[in-house]
């Protein structure tokens, strides 16, 4: 799958700019939709903030009151995951690791239970499916659980799967569905005026007209070229550091997401853990620091004690592509011919189906969804030009 670009004088109806479950799933939805597109990664394929997601698919255990509209688009993907990941594996023979496990939110001292009691009055207000549990009880669903908690909310439907087995998953059923993906081949800017997008020119200096350009390039959708000024959308990067941890005497440890306001441990259901997360405005930096891992271990195994005999397998540092209203940007821009797929921020692998879908609709019938319109790209348009 590791290719590089070959011009094969044929325009796709497509462009996708950037590899990472975004502009993979676009690419196999619509190459399975009978387009031809062709997928630019200047790097690996899923090799940045993709890669080192945690896969939580959590829109009820992050809601908030101020994010009514990304908590319901969250919860329509959500409900598309289970079906979203048996077409994957039926189409390219590869698991996604989509596990529904449930996820358990903790609190690990006094001021911790009064914030989750609130936490559970805006779910229930909201009509969302949360349980809330005894200690006693939440130690029976996982053992494992330090004897110290003070509460905890059993949310039953947030689920994970495992974002490096879902990319490549996607990267297999894009390229059996007909897509060309292109890794290692950046692209430096979009080919066309600010009356229409054609196409995109490469690094290399290789233009390659296209029907349609979908920008899906994660923190660095904002940087390319030729970006007409009345579609810029700014895109920053979000910095998170995440430690990945394995159980040598195999799974058991934890079955559900365990989270507090502070840490999440996330089972990939082998005796293998994922436990993040920080929340860094630092730009493009992806320094690991000793500070972080130290905290999110130290976060974890107050949680979860048994995290203190695990091996330390991997700490690394990706960059989450936010918008200043952190919500995703999907759909056409007010340029014929460019759409955008980015700013997923803190949900891109739980928003990746319903971006699919809503991209791919968007490209047939020219428009976004109506039930989408809070994503559209139109609405920072006034912002860039002020
Ligand atoms: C620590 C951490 C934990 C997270 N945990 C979760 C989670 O539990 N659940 C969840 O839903 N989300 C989570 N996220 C968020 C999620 O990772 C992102 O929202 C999602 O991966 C964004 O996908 P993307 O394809 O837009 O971006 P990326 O994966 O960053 O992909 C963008 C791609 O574009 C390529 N690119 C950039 N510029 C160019 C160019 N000029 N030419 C060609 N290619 C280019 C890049 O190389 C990159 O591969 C987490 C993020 C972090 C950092």
């Known amino acids: 799958m590791d290719l590089a670009y070959k011009d094969d004088k044929q325009s796709p109806d497509l462009a996708v700019v950037g590899g990472g479950v975004i502009g993979l799933a676009i690419a196999w939805r619509a190459a399975q939709a009978g387009m031809k597109v062709t997928l630019f990664e200047r790097g690996e394929l899923g090799g940045e903030a993709s890669n080192v997601a945690a896969g939580m698919l959590a829109p009820v255990a992050e809601a908030s009151l101020a994010e009514q509209e990304i908590l319901a688009l969250g919860r329509q993907s959500a409900a598309l995951w289970p079906e979203f990941a048996r077409q994957l594996s039926a189409s390219c023979g590869l698991d996604s690791s989509f596990q529904e496990c449930g996820t358990l ?208 397998q991997e700490a690394s540092a990706g960059l989450r592509p936010s918008t200043p209203d952190n919500a995703p940007v999907i759909g056409p821009s007010l340029v014929p011919g460019l759409h955008w797929a980015t700013g997923h921020h803190r949900n891109g692998i739980l928003l990746t189906p319903i971006t699919a879908d809503l991209l791919l609709a968007a490209l047939q019938s020219g428009e976004l969804a109506d039930s989408a319109s809070a994503f559209t790209a139109k609405r920072f348009a006034s912002t860039v030009l002020a």
């Open 105 to 312: 939110m903790v609190a690990t001292d006094r001021d911790q239970a009064v914030a989750l009691d609130r936490e559970f009055v805006l779910r229930q207000s909201l009509s969302l499916p949360v349980q809330r549990l005894r200690p006693s009880q939440a130690r029976q669903l996982e053992p494992g659980l330090a004897p110290s908690i003070h509460a905890a909310l059993n949310i039953p439907g947030d689920h994970t799967v495992d974002p490096r087995a879902l990319t490549a998953a996607l990267s297999a059923a894009a390229a059996d569905a007909g897509a060309k993906l292109a890794s290692n081949t950046a692209v430096a800017g979009l080919l066309g005026s600010a009356d229409a997008i054609t196409g995109v020119t490469l690094a290399s200096g290789e233009e390659v007209s296209a029907g349609a350009v979908v920008v899906a390039a994660g923190s660095w959708s904002g940087q390319l070229e030729g970006i007409p000024a009345q579609a810029k959308i700014p895109v920053r990067p979000v910095k998170g550091q995440i430690l990945r941890l394995r159980d040598p005497a195999g799974p058991g440890l934890a079955t559900r997401v365990l989270r507090t306001d502070e840490v999440y441990v996330v089972p990939r259901g082998d005796g293998r853990y994922v436990v993040g997360a920080t929340m860094e405005e630092l730009g493009f930096d992806t320094t690991v620091t000793a500070g972080a891992v130290y905290e999110l271990l130290r976060a974890a195994a107050e949680l979860l004690p048994g995290v203190w005999e695990l091996e330390l």
